[in-house]
């Protein structure tokens, strides 16, 4: 499986971006997926994750602003983010849930006062 997250970018406080994981195969209903970030000189975390059965679960910082979803047509998942604050800055990574594969490069989400 190979994964491409793009849509990163600058964005001014309280305003949205949606972020776009494309898989090379359909991988949600066999592996799941979530959505990390990491800033520097910290770990990544778990943001957002979708499992194989379509249950979303979102960490408490984003619960009510992030929205992970799927198109298994395009075999894309996606994580619309809303309200953004400054503290969403970070590398934001897409990768499996159950086995992750070799972290690719992320999207960069830089959010502004």
């Known amino acids: 499986v190979q994964l491409q997250a793009s849509g990163g970018g600058l964005v001014q406080a309280g305003g949205s971006l949606r972020l776009s994981c494309a898989a090379s195969?359909?991988?949600?209903?066999?592996?799941?997926m979530g959505w990390y970030r990491q800033t520097p000189g910290k770990q990544r975390d778990l943001v957002a994750s979708?499992?194989?059965?379509?249950?979303?679960t979102y960490a408490e910082s984003v619960k009510g602003r992030f929205t992970i979803s799927e198109d298994n047509a395009k075999n894309t998942v996606y994580l619309q983010m809303n309200s953004l604050k400054p503290e969403d800055t970070a590398v934001y990574y897409c990768?499996?849930?159950?086995?992750?594969?070799?972290w690719g490069q992320g999207t960069l989400v830089t959010v502004s006062s």
């Open positions: 195969e359909r991988v949600v209903s066999r592996n799941g």
């Open positions: 979708i499992t194989r059965a379509g249950v979303t």
């Open positions: 990768n499996l849930l159950y086995t992750p594969i070799p």
